[in-house]
């Protein structure tokens, strides 16, 4: 599931961004407009749908949510009109990064408990391999085929997950079943709703995190072929370095991982984006893609960790039961974020504000976004029940 939702993943559609703005004849403003437009809507909607993990089983809804992802893709390789772009953005990215993921985090933090961090760690792997190789695969192929031919080979491997799926979690258990079966409480020793979350100071807290790093993380990504032209290389020598950003990743993946299980996320989570700092710094003022290469290690630290961080976060604070909701939220926060990301930073290029310089600002931002977070989470970490 990690693994297929990659074509809903900004890295996946942001390789096609140059064939579609010449098709469409869009700039990058509108381009990126058009982003943050789809991209809102699959937020809006994700607050609702993210809530259907706590009532449908893994195997249902992840086949149902891989269907209509493989017929996304399906409708980007053949839509003629740029006014029907919103409309497909919105079905890639709530189906895609939105559903898919969430599915797969969901029922990774809802069925483990004492080892959740490497549950995750395990389960995750499908986005590192994804953002590894299909980035490179698919800039390769499109020197020899058309982009719209690209998309429909997405389908078929959206289409091919299913029956996977579905043999793989032939004896799953329900949410319902495990709701009593195996219940992990949060702050209070209790299990919060969505709403009594959303009243706590933490979550607002931790917005600016969560949402910064996917707006700035995906604004890299959807901005690559012109990051890459600006600073005078090509786009393939770019995308060449990202398996290097994939293998740095993996491996603070698998760290965090143990580290949540031996730690817990209230040590952990003040600190993790710290190395952001340092990426789009380097990112900023790089003169060589050796410079890159540092920049995008640092940013994997950072990535790596939030494929685990994070996501166990929400069940150690708030609980089991009503996971599903509560990270539905939480993704809202993050797919908001990705649409901001790309929308603000082609509006500033329209501007003539380069990325080095965007690049440095978001530096600063990954800075405060971090001290924030430290400061929620010491004030509630002395509600959880280890501190009780």
């Keep these: 599931m990690t693994f297929l939702s990659s074509f809903g993943q900004t890295f996946f559609i942001s390789i096609f961004a140059a064939k579609i703005q010449s098709d469409f004849a869009l700039s990058h403003g509108d381009w990126g407009l058009i982003y943050l437009v789809g991209t809102t809507a699959s937020a809006a909607v994700m607050i609702w749908a993210g809530g259907l993990t706590d009532r449908w089983r893994t195997r249902s809804l992840g086949a149902g949510v891989l269907a209509l992802l493989a017929v996304s893709c399906i409708a980007m390789a053949l839509n003629p ?3 029907l772009l919103p409309v497909i953005i919105f079905a890639l990215r709530l189906t895609g990064q939105g559903m898919t993921s969430h599915i797969a985090i969901v ?4 069925w483990f408990v004492a080892t959740r961090g490497r549950a995750l760690s395990v389960a995750t792997l499908g986005f590192s391999i994804g953002e590894a190789f299909l980035p490179l695969a698919f800039v390769a192929l499109m020197t020899v085929l058309d982009w719209r031919v690209l998309w429909v080979v997405a389908a078929a491997a959206a289409f091919t997950g299913i029956p996977l799926l579905m043999g793989l979690l032939k004896s799953e258990r329900t949410p319902q079943s495990m709701a009593h079966e195996n219940q992990s409480v949060g702050m209070g020793s209790r299990h919060w709703t969505r709403t009594e979350a959303l009243r706590h100071p933490l979550f607002w807290s931790m917005a600016p995190a969560l949402g910064g790093l996917s707006a700035f993380g995906t604004a890299f990504f959807f901005q690559q072929a012109y990051y890459a032209d600006s ?3 090509t786009h393939v020598s770019l995308v060449a370095l990202f398996p290097v950003y994939t293998v740095v990743g993996i491996g603070a993946m698998i760290l965090s991982g143990l580290a949540l299980d031996r730690f817990g996320t209230a040590r952990l989570m003040p600190f993790y984006q710290l190395p952001m700092v340092v990426a789009f710094f380097i990112f900023a003022t790089a003169g060589s893609l050796w410079a890159v290469a540092l920049g995008l290690c640092f940013f994997a630290v950072c990535s790596g960790a939030n494929s685990t961080l994070p996501n166990a976060f929400w069940a150690e604070f708030y609980g089991t039961r009503h996971i599903g909701a509560i990270k539905a939220m939480a993704a809202a ?3 908001l974020g990705s649409a901001i990301g790309p929308g603000l930073t082609g509006k500033l290029i329209d501007l003539q504000i380069d990325l080095n310089t965007q690049y440095i600002g978001v530096a600063v931002y990954f800075l405060g976004a971090a001290a924030l977070m430290w400061f929620g989470i010491q004030r ?9």
Aim: glycine share 4%; net charge positive; aromatic share 14%.
């Design 81 to 83: 009109y740029a006014v």
């Design 333 to 335: 926060v993050m797919v």
């Design 380 to 388: 509630a970490r002395q509600t959880l029940p280890a501190f009780a």
């Design 231 to 233: 600073n005078g290389w």
């Design 107 to 110: 029922a990774m933090s809802r």
